[in-house]
């Protein structure tokens, strides 16, 4: 059984900092990808940050330089460091397994993000 369990999310201030984390099992094929993608109320998903095999990174405009996404191949973890949190941050986050034979896609539950002072 796939499981993808995350934790990390709450209530923070603007400004302020949160670590996400991922943690994946039960995934039988080889995992191309992991990262995060978020969506906000009457809004669509977006990217947030992804990480590929051999490292390669991806984040939307609006995080760089604010977010870093690690990843611990060993743990099948993937984590989501968000500093100098914005009010446009807050939204449901979630978390993204991609494996690329065969292409299929996991998801978490989501994580509720909230900035707010």
């Known amino acids: 059984q796939v499981q993808l369990v995350e934790s990390g999310g709450g209530l923070v201030q603007p400004g302020g900092s949160l670590r996400l984390s991922c943690a994946a099992s039960?995934?039988?094929?080889?995992?191309?990808?992991m990262g995060w993608y978020r969506q906000a109320p009457g809004k669509q998903r977006e990217l947030v940050a992804r990480?590929?095999?051999?490292?390669?990174?991806n984040y939307a405009d609006s995080v760089k330089g604010r977010f870093t996404i690690s990843r611990d191949n060993a743990k099948n973890t993937v984590y989501l460091q968000m500093n100098n949190l914005k009010l446009e941050d807050t939204a449901v986050y979630y978390c993204?397994?991609?494996?690329?034979?065969?292409?299929?896609?996991?998801w978490g539950q989501g994580t509720q993000v909230t900035v707010s002072s």
């Open positions: 990480m590929r095999s051999g490292d390669s990174t």
């Open positions: 993204n397994v991609h494996t690329r034979w065969p292409a299929l896609d996991y």
């Open positions: 039960g995934i039988r094929f080889s995992i191309d990808g």
